[in-house]
């Protein structure tokens, strides 16, 4: 999933995925949990641990919006 954003939960440190759905970072050891998250879809906390690769897979969020309408006023 191109795009999706990856954070280190309670740091200032992310990265975003690439057009494969890759993506790196550079955990410290006080990074316990990841947080993935992409538009339309429900955000999955993943703990760390000593896990060097991730297969990550998102489910869709029902509660998103069909349809965005916006409106203009001319002055």
């Given amino acids: 999933m191109p795009g999706a954003s990856i954070l280190i939960k309670g740091l200032n440190i992310g990265s975003s995925t690439d057009f494969d759905g890759n993506f ?7 990074g316990e949990t990841l947080v993935v998250s992409y538009l ?11 896990i060097v690769t991730f ?3 998102l489910e869709i969020d029902a509660n998103t919006l069909d349809e965005i309408v916006v409106v203009g006023h001319k002055k």
């Fill in 55 to 57: 297969n990550i897979q």
């Fill in 40 to 50: 339309g879809y429900m955000t999955k906390e993943l703990a760390i641990g000593n």
């Fill in 24 to 30: 790196s970072l550079n955990v410290p050891e006080t």
